[in-house]
């Protein structure tokens, strides 16, 4: 008959199943996750110089934000500076609270304030904010917002632009932003519907990833009231300019 052993069947443990210990307690160790802390963001997106038939304009579309994933702090502003004695210039800023609604996208609420000074006295408005950032199916970068001013009229923009990688630093980004009106604002030459366009391609070198002087071209075209308002003022409705600029971030 076959031997048996005599040894005893080990206990079982009454510390159930083992794992590896929590490294996380022991002292020096990080958390294994650290998705709560806080950092900061700064993109000059647009920071150039437009040459056309009329008089030069400088030009900038620039951004930043504080926080963590979920929960931030954005500060924008935007605008144009004319190189003219009229010394024509439109300049905004907007201070928004940012929550991710989903992967790459974040909801935005706020005020922003606009000022357009030129012939005549300066004119303001403040404005209530509702809009996303992101980055959509395709790697386009969306930026849909609706503003509603401090006597209740209603505007939107939308900006869209994609990047093209021609070679690992030469990149060309074609972009377009564009405005409307449910009701018209005359003091900021703004008419009711589709106001203006603004189509444009930017050929980038990154010199670092953080800096990348670039040359391009931008055509902006008025409609509309928007279109009759500007032509009464003496304003171009149409203009084709060759631009030159710094897109850099930090």
Do not use: H
Not at 24 to 37: K, L, M, V
């Amino acid at each position: 008959m076959p031997a048996t052993s005599s040894r005893a069947p080990p206990a079982p443990s009454d510390r159930g199943p083992q794992t590896l210990p929590n490294l996380a307690e022991r002292e020096g160790w990080p958390q294994p996750t650290a998705d709560s802390a806080n950092y900061g963001y700064f993109l000059a997106d647009l920071l150039e110089y437009r040459e056309s038939g009329d008089p030069g304009v400088i030009r900038w579309d620039v951004f930043g934000w504080y926080g963590d994933d979920v929960k931030r702090l954005w500060v924008k502003s935007e605008g144009a500076q004319s190189t003219s004695k009229r010394a024509d210039s439109e300049q905004e800023a907007q201070l928004l609270y940012g929550q991710l609604i989903a992967p790459f996208f974040d909801f935005q609420a706020g005020v922003r304030y606009a000022r357009r000074s030129g012939p005549g006295p300066d004119r303001s408005r403040v404005y209530g904010v509702i809009g996303l950032q992101g980055l959509a199916p395709y790697r386009y970068e969306l930026e849909p917002a609706v503003f509603v001013s401090e006597d209740g009229k209603v505007s939107a923009r939308v900006t869209a632009s994609y990047d093209i990688l021609l070679r690992q630093r030469l990149i060309l980004q074609p972009r377009i932003e564009a405005n409307a009106a449910l009701q018209a604002d005359r003091s900021f030459g703004v008419g009711e519907g589709l106001n203006d366009t603004e189509i444009g391609a930017r050929l980038r070198y990154e010199l670092r990833r953080e800096l990348a002087p670039y040359v391009g071209v931008s055509w902006r075209q008025t409609y509309g009231s928007t279109k009759r308002m500007a032509r009464a003022e003496g304003e171009p409705t149409s203009n084709l300019s060759v631009v030159v600029g710094v897109r850099a971030w930090f």
